[in-house]
């Protein structure tokens, strides 16, 4: 199964879990709603297979798969630890 494959499942899962894309590089995205990564439909993976990617300020990152180390599930946090 290929990446943008892999992050089609992922953002469309039901019910929606968060997840985390880890580049080759170490930098991690955490993709807390589908609304927040953009995949193209499979028949233009051969075409253009760059994934958009929106941070919490709305930022878009355009990514291509082939950085992509790991995608998994995103590690549970605790309200305490998100506050700072």
């Known amino acids: 199964m290929n990446t943008n494959a892999k992050l089609r499942d992922f953002a469309d899962a039901e019910p929606f879990v968060p997840f985390e894309v880890e580049l080759a590089n170490g930098r991690k995205f955490r993709v807390d709603h589908p609304d927040f990564i953009s995949v193209p439909a499979a028949r233009f993976d ?38 700072g």
């Open 46 to 83: 051969r075409y253009n297979p760059y994934f958009i990617f929106y941070d919490k300020r709305g930022n878009p990152h355009s990514l291509n798969p082939i950085l992509v180390g790991r995608i998994s599930p995103a590690s549970i946090r605790s309200r305490s630890s998100r506050r």
